[in-house]
């Protein structure tokens, strides 16, 4: 399963000096939300790139209601917690093939998920085809997903280490970084230590040594590199602890 948090986000397939064609995407998956923010419809756009910058708009799927169908699952309010723990948000189950409008060879692929209200979207299954040919876009490297923010303004989101867990690094891997913030740690995801402030900068990845003790560890972001939403491509927590497998 991956999954990426918020209302207007998206999947990303990066090939590494080669490109493909494709059709046609066939997903299965669903997104949680929040029924009471539910409003404006939602957009499900593929989109494709040669330089990572530069999309064009292959096909999409837009609506004034809600897309997929209901289910009666309701999901955890966090997308790290376990499926089987009981859960208080509604789900749109998703199961559809998205044909192209658009054709042509890319070296990137997205798919951008818009929809005021939504927690956060989980995908099971995505597969690219040509005509009945499946476009291999393996191996799984290649699939990346990011988190981007609402707003410019000071925005936030963290992860579960799963247990309480000692760490001395962490590393920020931006698309879009945040040049004024800072680092968290919780043991209960409601009382926070600050760790560390973002150290900003030009670079894509903030490499920030820390003293943590927690299992949930924030990032607050509180002004963006250009005046544009933050993107956050992977969040490394590195350390001691966390979950254990037992026989």
């Not at 929040?34 to 040669?50: A, H, T």
């Not at 005021?116 to 290649?142: I, R």
């Not at 931006?174 to 209960?188: P, R």
């Not at 409601?190 to 040594?209: F, M, S, T």
Request: neutral net charge.
């Amino acid at each position: 399963r991956n999954a990426v948090s918020g209302e207007d986000a998206y999947f990303q397939f990066a090939l590494k000096n080669w490109k493909e064609s494709a059709d046609r995407v066939q997903f299965r998956g669903s997104v949680a939300y929040d029924e009471s923010k539910v409003k404006n419809g939602y957009e499900i756009v593929c989109e494709g790139s040669n330089d990572g910058e530069s999309w064009t708009e292959l096909g999409a799927f837009r609506g004034n209601g809600m897309p997929g169908k209901a289910s009666k699952y309701k999901a955890h309010s966090d997308p790290n917690k376990n499926s089987w723990e009981p859960g208080t948000l509604p789900t749109r189950m998703l199961n559809e093939t998205l044909k192209f409008e658009k054709s042509g060879e890319f070296a990137y692929y997205r798919m951008r998920l818009k929809m005021d209200g939504a927690a956060y979207w989980s995908f099971f299954e995505m597969n690219f085809y040509k005509g009945e040919k499946l476009v291999d876009l393996l191996p799984s490297k290649f699939f990346n997903s990011a988190w981007m923010s609402a707003t410019t303004g000071q925005e936030w989101l963290y992860v579960d280490l799963g247990s309480q867990s000692q760490f001395d690094n962490v590393k920020l891997h931006w698309i879009n970084k945040a040049v004024k913030g800072k680092l968290q740690v919780s043991t209960d995801a409601k009382q926070w230590i600050d760790l560390a402030d973002l150290p900003g900068g030009e670079a894509n990845i903030d490499d920030i040594k820390v003293n943590g003790k927690g299992r949930y560890v924030k990032v607050v972001m509180d002004q963006p590199a250009n005046n544009e939403r933050y993107i956050l491509s992977e969040l490394e927590v590195m350390g001691k602890g966390g979950l254990l497998a037992h026989p």
